[in-house]
């Protein structure tokens, strides 16, 4: 076999593991979790949204500083409307990082619905920050 030919033969092994390891992580969904939706059936899905949004409250010391960043966050809302809130990426600052953190911890959200009831989601925000 000429080179060429083991040479991308290897290469298709190694994307071939690559791919196992990506989907061997992946965690098992729960039977509770699955929608069995046919052509008889129709479900209706509503995202859930913020209904309040407080601003942040800035140090004097940031203030005084021009500041610009963002940072992404994933919420994590139950179907009764309560969150947990996670950075998944940061800002390049943890006092920047913390004040995100804070203000989002006090958000309120309505649940997502499916087909009228309140059931539990994820939703990602970016947060932009701009001091000036």
Not at 88 to 95: L, R, V
Request: aromatic residues 10%.
């Amino acid at each position: 076999m000429p080179t060429r030919y083991l040479k991308a033969a290897f290469s298709l092994s190694i994307a071939y593991v690559f791919v196992l390891f990506a989907l061997s992580s992946v965690r098992p969904v729960l039977a509770s979790q699955l929608f069995k939706i046919g052509t008889a059936e129709e479900a209706k899905y509503a995202d859930a949204f913020a209904v309040e949004c407080p601003q942040p409250e800035i140090p004097a010391d940031l203030k005084e500083e021009s500041h610009k960043s963002c940072c992404m966050a994933r919420f994590c809302i139950t179907h009764e409307g309560k969150h947990q809130v996670t950075l998944i990426s940061s800002s390049g600052s943890d006092e920047v990082d913390e004040i995100a953190l804070r203000t989002l911890r006090r958000w309120k959200f309505k649940p997502a619905m499916l087909n009228g009831k309140p059931v539990q989601s994820v939703r990602k925000i970016k947060v932009e920050f701009e001091v000036e």
